[in-house]
């Protein structure tokens, strides 16, 4: 090296002197030249100075014994002075082959401190580059990735590709770190002297020379010259590697076992499934996962695939069917089936109910309608459409009609006015027979309540100092009525007994007058009365 070459042609120069100073002198000129100041520029330095010869010597007064020793030290010298100039001459042509071929490195040899984020590399003798993303444990937070770089580190997102140009647009050469994704160009120099292939340079251990004739890392993991087990990853280092466990495992002693990520916190939001080296999510029926393959969100199975056979409503994790009106769930509780309204109830129609899909409808017999969907109502054919001729005239009832005649007088009764019949005093006949027949029609229906009030009977002409009584004549064979005097002049028709449709009832009410002169007359009131069919 320049600094122990120098020490050695000082301490030479300080040896070399002659007994006439020329040694001297020269060797002082070389001690300036080669005494250097600190930052590296050359300062002169006192010059040694040679044994001096004695006064005795340099006057020829000296005895023989010391002019001899004299001689033999000048011839000494003299033999000094001449190597050391050939010593200085063979120095100088090396010092500036050494200063030229070690023009650029020659400050990074002579400093072995280092700028931050360097370190000293003994082997290369330079300052080299602190990979801190290996050394520097968890050097990022947050899951990021850490990217090395000259004199520091980076943390960036793990998807992003760093491309390192060293300033240069036109590159020599290209290399990609599969690590991080950092892609590496180093620009090619023209000033750069080409490497010396003769200059073997020695390596430490975990790196080799290369074609540059320089230390670069030795990848294990792609020589294969790594010891990792079958079972782990090998990862290469600078000037080694490490044998990791594969993702989704950990080390446990020599051997790499699986992490169970379903024991670490709740990674899943509702089951997790542990796999070798991984994990997956499921989710509770009615959920699927989300696209971060962790949150499970509702599924919508009224609109994804409406499993309802009629109504469809989505609830958290599942779905409800419902059906219209006039339907129930099935067992299923996914398909509809009618409600037959007829069998829950006899009374929700009034005469008959017909059930349709998911509904009923209500009809009535031949001479009624229905009024209001259930009610039937009596029709009155007299007031539209029957068949009675003109000498006849229509009786509407509870349910149809009838025809009777206008004029229903027999002999020898004749029609005075309408449905009044006289017997004339002139005929013997009439002598015996009620004076006046009346006609009247009334309708009731079929099992009406008993005891009823259904008909009035009334004297039309009052006379002084008469009785009146009545009395049912005709027509209550079987007990069905009963006639009760509500006054001197009227009386009421009650029905006892239940009546039961279709059928015709004819009674004759009479009424017996008696004066004080023992005068009887009497009149009757024919009743016919139609039973309808129904109880409506």
């Given amino acids: 090296m320049p600094g ?10 300080l040896r070399a002197c002659g007994e006439d100073g020329l040694g001297a002198e020269r060797g002082a000129n070389l001690l300036r030249k080669l005494a250097l100041l600190p930052g590296g520029a050359c300062q002169a330095s006192p010059a040694p100075r040679c044994p001096q010869r004695s006064p005795a010597v340099r006057s020829g007064k000296a005895p023989g014994a010391a002019r001899a020793g004299d001689e033999e030290l000048g011839a000494h010298c003299a033999r000094l002075a001449v190597g050391f100039m050939m010593l200085t001459v063979m120095f100088l042509a090396a010092f500036t082959l050494t200063t030229v071929n070690s023009q650029e490195t020659e400050e990074t040899i002579t400093y072995t401190q ?3 984020g360097y370190e000293w590399d003994p082997v290369r003798q330079r300052c080299k580059d602190i990979d801190e993303c290996e050394i520097v444990p968890d050097a990022c937070k947050g899951g990021m990735k850490c990217v090395n770089h000259y004199g520091g580190y980076l943390c960036l997102p793990r998807t992003a590709q760093i491309i390192v140009n060293n300033g240069r647009e036109d590159t020599a050469a290209e290399s990609t770190g599969g690590r991080n994704n950092v892609i590496r160009r180093t620009p090619a120099d023209p000033h750069r002297p080409p490497p010396n292939p003769t200059h073997q340079i020695q390596c430490a251990t975990g790196y080799e020379q290369s074609e540059q004739n320089v230390c670069q890392d030795i990848d294990e993991c792609a020589t294969g010259t790594h010891n990792c087990r079958a079972d782990q990853v090998c990862v290469n280092l600078r000037g080694s590697f490490s044998c990791q466990c594969p993702s989704g495992y950990q080390k446990r002693g020599e051997q790499c076992v699986d992490i169970d990520e379903c024991n670490l916190p709740p990674y899943c939001h509702h089951r997790c499934v542990n796999t070798p080296g991984s994990y997956y999510c499921q989710c509770n029926s009615g959920f699927q996962l989300a696209a971060n393959n962790h949150t499970c969100v509702d599924i919508n199975e009224c609109d994804a695939n409406n499993p309802c056979a009629q109504q469809c409503y989505n609830i958290l994790g599942s779905f409800i069917c419902q059906c219209n009106p006039g339907f129930e769930l099935s067992s299923d509780r996914i398909n509809c089936e009618d409600i037959d309204e007829c069998r829950t109830s006899s009374y929700i129609c009034q005469y ?12 009535c017999p031949e001479g009624y309608q229905v009024v209001g969907a259930r009610t039937c109502q009596d029709i009155n054919e007299c007031e539209t459409t029957n068949e009675c001729r003109e000498d006849e005239m229509c009786w509407n009832y509870h349910g149809g009609f009838r025809c009777y005649p206008r004029n229903p007088c027999q002999e020898p009764y004749v029609l005075t006015s309408e449905n009044r019949c006289v017997c004339p005093v002139s005929n013997a006949i009439c ?3 009620p004076y006046s027949i009346v006609y009247k029609y009334m309708s009731i229906r079929s099992d009406r309540t008993v005891p009823s009030d259904i008909f009035q009977i009334q004297a039309t002409t009052i006379y002084p100092n008469t009785i009146n009584t009545f009395r049912i004549k005709s027509g209550n064979e079987n007990g069905e009525f009963y006639l009760r005097q509500t006054s001197a002049i009227s009386a009421m028709l009650v029905l006892v007994k239940s009546l039961s449709g279709p059928r015709e009832h004819i009674v004759d009410l009479e009424m017996l007058t008696v004066n004080s002169l023992n005068y009887r007359t009497s009149s009757v009131l024919r009743l016919t009365i139609i039973v309808g069919p129904y109880s409506f």
Avoid: M, Y
């Fill in 4 to 13: 122990r070459r120098g020490e050695q042609a000082r301490q030479a120069a």
């Fill in 114 to 116: 280092c700028t931050d």
């Fill in 352 to 363: 008959q109910c017909v059930n349709e899909p998911g509904k009923f409808s209500c009809i």
């Fill in 431 to 433: 002598r015996e027979l």
